[in-house]
C-alpha cells in the first residue's frame, strides 16, 4: 500500500541518517544508486528525502546503509517535498541555483513559452544528470541537464 507523509520531520531524521552510514562506509552516490538500480539523481534526492523508492530499490538502500527494516519502509513513503525551507537558501550551492534561477528564470519562462506555448516544464516526470567536463580555458565546468516533460496549460 501506498503511504505519504505530511510532515518531513521523519524523512528528515532518517536522511541525516542515512548520510551519516554513507559517511561512516565510505560510499558513494552512484554506489548507493546502483544498488538501488536507478539513476544517481533520482536516489540521492529519495535519499534526501524527496522521492519514495519503490520497496526492492528502498529495501537494497535500506541493506547496504545498514538500515532497519522501519527505515526501509519510510524511504518507500511519499514524501512532503521541499529541502530548502522557507527564504532565501544560505548555502553556497544551493545558493548558486537560486541565484541562477534570479537572473534567468524570466528568460527560461520566456523561451519555454515561445517554443512551447502556455505550460511547464514538468519536475515529476523529469530527468537530472550533472556532469564534469575539461574547461578548454583550464579548471572543470559542470553541466547540468533538467529534462523535463512539457505540459500545456489546458483550458476547461
Same mark, same amino acid.
Given at each position: 500500500?501506498? +503511504?505519504?507523509?505530511?510532515?518531513?520531520?521523519?524523512?528528515?531524521?532518517?536522511?541525516?541518517?542515512?548520510?551519516? =552510514?554513507?559517511?561512516?562506509?565510505?560510499?558513494?552516490?552512484?554506489? #548507493?544508486?546502483?544498488?538501488?538500480? @536507478?539513476?544517481?539523481?533520482?536516489?540521492?534526492? =529519495?535519499?534526501?528525502?524527496? +522521492?519514495?523508492?519503490?520497496?526492492?530499490?528502498? *529495501?537494497?538502500? !535500506? =541493506?547496504?546503509?545498514?538500515?532497519? !527494516?522501519?527505515?526501509?519502509? @519510510? @524511504?518507500?513513503?511519499?514524501?512532503?517535498?521541499?529541502?530548502?525551507?522557507?527564504?532565501?537558501?544560505?548555502?553556497?550551492? #544551493? $545558493?548558486?541555483? $537560486?541565484?541562477?534561477?534570479?537572473?534567468?528564470?524570466?528568460?527560461?519562462?520566456? @523561451?519555454? +513559452? *515561445?517554443?512551447?506555448?502556455?505550460?511547464?516544464?514538468?519536475?515529476?516526470?523529469?530527468?537530472?544528470?550533472?556532469?564534469?567536463?575539461?574547461?578548454?580555458?583550464?579548471?572543470?565546468?559542470?553541466?547540468?541537464?533538467?529534462?523535463?516533460?512539457?505540459?500545456?496549460?489546458?483550458?476547461?
Amino acid at each position: 500500500m501506498v +503511504h505519504a507523509q505530511f510532515d518531513n520531520t521523519a524523512r528528515q531524521a532518517l536522511a541525516v541518517k542515512a548520510v551519516d =552510514a554513507k559517511i561512516r562506509e565510505d560510499l558513494t552516490w552512484q554506489r #548507493i544508486a546502483d544498488a538501488a538500480g @536507478l539513476s544517481v539523481a533520482f536516489v540521492t534526492a =529519495a535519499v534526501l528525502g524527496q +522521492h519514495p523508492l519503490p520497496r526492492a530499490s528502498a *529495501e537494497a538502500v !535500506a =541493506a547496504l546503509l545498514g538500515l532497519d !527494516a522501519d527505515d526501509a519502509r @519510510l @524511504l518507500q513513503t511519499i514524501p512532503t517535498r521541499g529541502s530548502v525551507p522557507g527564504g532565501v537558501p544560505t548555502d553556497p550551492t #544551493i $545558493y548558486r541555483f $537560486y541565484e541562477m534561477l534570479q537572473v534567468y528564470g524570466t528568460t527560461l519562462k520566456a @523561451l519555454v +513559452h *515561445e517554443q512551447f506555448g502556455d505550460g511547464i516544464v514538468s519536475a515529476i516526470n523529469f530527468k537530472l544528470d550533472v556532469k564534469k567536463v575539461a574547461d578548454p580555458d583550464g579548471g572543470e565546468r559542470a553541466v547540468i541537464t533538467l529534462d523535463g516533460k512539457y505540459l500545456p496549460t489546458k483550458p476547461f
